[in-house]
Nanobody
Framework: QVQPVESGGGLAQAGGSLRLSCAAS????????MGWFRQAPGKEREFVAG????????NYADSVKGRFTISRDNAKNTVYLQMNRLKPEDTAVYYC?????????????????WGQGTQVTVSS
């Protein structure tokens, strides 16, 4: 199973940018559809973005579409999330996880390697 470690979070001003990285263990990284989730204070974890095994197909939550870009480098076992035009409502802890069929907006049922994620804080 993929065991991801997130990094790249930090403080940003509204309108600014951050780039998150998710380094995943395992030789079968390229077998997984991967995605990003986030959880804001007092809210449930929500889907942010997903990317196909080859990286040639992506999908996004409506709230981030046009602002965020997900990508992956299978040779480096890494998934990225480029976040532009950040808004205060993007403030959350961001996590990455493998996604499951058919809609690829939920984590694999067997995935239980949630870590501390990486904190993104966007000021007004």
């Amino acid at each position: 199973q993929v065991q991801p470690v997130e990094s790249g979070g930090g403080l940003a001003q509204a309108g600014g940018s951050l780039r998150l990285s998710c380094a995943a263990s395992g030789r079968t990284f390229s077998d997984y559809v991967m995605g990003w989730f986030r959880q804001a204070p007092g809210k449930e974890r929500e889907f942010v973005a997903g990317i196909s095994r080859s990286g040639d197909s992506t999908n996004y939550a409506d709230s981030v579409k046009g602002r965020f870009t997900i990508s992956r480098d299978n040779a480096k076992n890494t998934v990225y999330l480029q976040m532009n035009r950040l808004k205060p409502e993007d403030t959350a802890v961001y996590y990455c996880a493998p996604l499951r069929a058919p809609f690829y907006r939920l984590p694999l049922r067997e995935f239980n390697s949630w870590g501390q994620g990486t904190q993104v804080t966007v000021s007004s």
